[in-house]
């Protein structure tokens, strides 16, 4: 999803600018952007929730927006600047780590098109204008869930309450998509939440149903296919 890292502070001298979400080429054709638990209700009415695979073997909680790669989101421009994943609200601000969060910086990145005439990251007194505060916000909301989005995907798959996720035929192969996993329909409910703390019941309970319902989206992303692909 990135391109690479600039701290903040080589920002401050720049004259660098950030610009609408929807001017980033990420946000147009990113499938997979990763999410945290409390986005998962509001986003599952749109596309999939489920966990991926990635190449060093590890498990990521994504939004799944898209099966074609490199191709535009479907319905995309339809959309608001909310109902976009946390991450691509705040892009192109970004934690260097996404596993742990910590330093906030920048993805070496340029607008495909210039919406409006952007907004520079600070303003002249140091701080943080209108447009950085907002995008800067959606970060902190993402990043306030890493712990808990860590704990809940190792509990899931530790215990077996995951399932895999397949496509028809060969069209998962075909598509270059990675292995997919679901959490159970019906999962035992001690083991998830009993390294859980209390406080955090009610959001994964409500991301668990979510995630579950979010899998019928799969059928609109494969009708959205060019002819042909399916």
Not at 125 to 138: H, Q, S, V
Request: hydrophobic share 45%; net charge negative; charged share 25%.
């Amino acid at each position: 999803m990135y391109n690479g890292f600039e701290s903040l502070e080589a920002a401050r001298t720049s004259a660098q600018r950030i610009f609408d979400p929807f001017s980033y080429r990420v946000t147009s054709t990113e499938r997979a952007v990763p999410i945290c638990l409390s986005e998962a209700p509001a986003l599952a009415e749109r596309w999939p929730v489920l966990w991926v695979r990635d190449a060093s073997g590890e498990f990521d909680l994504v939004v799944l927006r898209g099966l074609q790669p490199g191709a535009e989101v479907p319905g995309l421009h339809s959309q608001s600047r909310t109902s976009l994943p946390l991450l691509l609200q705040a892009y192109p601000f970004r934690y260097r780590d996404l596993t742990s969060g910590g330093e906030i910086g920048l993805d070496r990145t340029a607008p495909m098109r210039e919406r409006d005439a952007g907004a520079y990251i600070f303003d002249d007194r140091g701080g943080f204008p209108p447009g950085t505060d907002l995008k800067l916000r959606a970060l902190d909301l993402w990043g306030e869930e890493i712990g808990l989005r860590a704990r809940l995907t190792a509990e899931l798959f530790h215990h077996g309450l995951v399932e895999p996720v397949r496509l028809p035929g060969t069209l998962q192969e075909r598509l270059e998509l990675p292995d997919m996993f679901s959490a159970l329909a019906f999962p035992e409910d001690v083991p998830i939440f009993r390294s859980i703390p209390a406080t955090h019941w009610l959001t994964v309970a409500r991301f668990l149903a979510a995630q579950r319902m979010s899998l019928y989206m799969m059928a609109r992303l494969i009708s959205a296919l060019p002819e042909g692909t399916a």
